[in-house]
């Protein structure tokens, strides 16, 4: 399978990525689909931002029918959410499952260094 690739934003400052969590119960390669809107225009959506753990070892989902490596936490993470692990607000009340989920490995392109900094 094909390595994922980003597809580049019109504009790093007016737009986001959100990662589309699919209903298909594949465990083996999880799929998720990565849309970009304007920002005054997205959806509601749920954000991670996190460095724990170390880098390695890693788990493949698959983007937009392309291989993406990921943290194995982060994927645990998205196994969770998957099998219908609720998210909690900062009063630990259940949230329910996002359809859309901004977590910046996925969502930034880490070799944009542009992007990066935004």
Not at 33 to 61: N, R
Request: glycine share 4%.
């Amino acid at each position: 399978m094909d390595q994922f690739q980003h597809k580049p934003l019109q504009s790093a400052t007016s737009q986001i990525r959100l990662l589309r969590l699919l209903n298909e119960h594949d465990t083996t390669q999880p799929s998720y689909v990565l849309d970009s809107f304007d920002i005054d225009q997205c959806p509601v959506y749920e954000a991670l931002s996190y460095t724990w753990g170390p880098p390695l070892p890693t788990k493949t989902i698959n983007i937009d029918g392309k291989s993406f490596e990921i943290r194995e936490n982060l994927g645990a993470f998205l196994d969770q959410l998957r099998n219908g692990i609720t998210i909690l607000d900062e009063q630990y009340s259940p949230l329910p499952n996002p359809k859309y989920i901004w977590i910046d490995q996925i969502c930034i392109d880490q070799t944009s260094q542009d992007e990066k900094s935004y």
